[in-house]
């Protein structure tokens, strides 16, 4: 019988690897796509936010990213000075700052329009089968977030539920 733990310590069992590997993956594919755009990642991520809900606060667009002002800030101001968005104060709050795509930010989702298939075609997977890697992916995101934001992941395992096995997840070990 395998040792569970010891399996768990191989690279290729860690979820996170996969997942860090996956994202220089998908980074790696995005980028010759978004380069005829004048765009990094992060501002096409931006800018997919914008063109569903223009006139967002910076704040609501950092929560959709999950990106902090400090990270979000320059983006901002990158993709201000490329001419695709402005900020503006909000007039009931002037604490707010809201962005609006200009004429040329909205004009770009057209041509970013080519990227998504490109992607799924890249993938080799169908549409709905991404629709739920993405689905699963989002739901494990807010377990392993809500798991850090309550510090879960430093106490002994919970009880296991259906189909997993329960293992103390704390790499803290008391040392003679």
Same mark, same amino acid.
């Given at each position: 019988?395998?040792?569970?733990?010891?399996?768990?310590?191989?690279?290729?069992?860690?979820?996170?690897?996969?997942?860090?590997?996956?994202?220089?993956?998908?980074?790696?594919?995005?980028?010759?796509?978004?380069?005829?755009?004048?765009?990094?990642?992060?501002?096409?991520?931006?800018?997919?936010?914008?063109?569903?809900?223009?006139?967002?606060?910076?704040?609501?667009?950092?929560?959709?990213?999950?990106?902090?002002?400090?990270?979000?800030?320059?983006?901002?101001?990158?993709?201000?000075?490329?001419?695709?968005?402005?900020?503006?104060?909000?007039?009931?709050?002037?604490?707010?700052?809201?962005?609006?795509?200009? /004429?040329?930010?909205? @004009? *770009?989702?057209? +041509?970013?329009?080519?990227?998504?298939?490109? $992607?799924?075609? &890249? #993938? !080799?997977?169908?549409? /709905?089968?991404?629709? @739920? *890697?993405?689905? +699963?992916?989002?739901?494990?995101?807010?377990? $392993?977030?809500? &798991? #850090? !934001?309550?510090?879960?992941?430093?106490?002994? @395992?919970?009880?296991?539920?259906?189909?997993?096995?329960?293992?103390?997840?704390?790499?803290?070990?008391?040392?003679?």
């Amino acid at each position: 019988m395998p040792n569970v733990t010891t399996d768990l310590q191989q690279l290729d069992h860690q979820v996170c690897f996969a997942l860090y590997s996956a994202s220089l993956a998908m980074t790696k594919l995005y980028k010759p796509l978004l380069d005829p755009l004048g765009l990094t990642y992060p501002q096409y991520l931006a800018l997919l936010v914008l063109w569903q809900e223009d006139g967002l606060t910076v704040s609501g667009l950092g929560e959709r990213l999950r990106l902090d002002s400090g990270t979000l800030t320059p983006l901002l101001k990158r993709l201000e000075a490329a001419g695709l968005l402005r900020r503006e104060r909000d007039a009931e709050d002037e604490r707010r700052v809201r962005m609006y795509l200009t /004429p040329a930010g909205r @004009a *770009l989702q057209a +041509e970013a329009a080519t990227v998504p298939p490109c $992607v799924v075609q &890249a #993938t !080799a997977c169908s549409v /709905p089968e991404l629709l @739920a *890697l993405t689905e +699963e992916l989002g739901r494990l995101r807010d377990r $392993v977030a809500a &798991a #850090t !934001a309550a510090a879960a992941f430093l106490s002994p @395992a919970a009880p296991a539920s259906a189909g997993t096995a329960s293992l103390p997840l704390s790499p803290k070990k008391e040392r003679p």
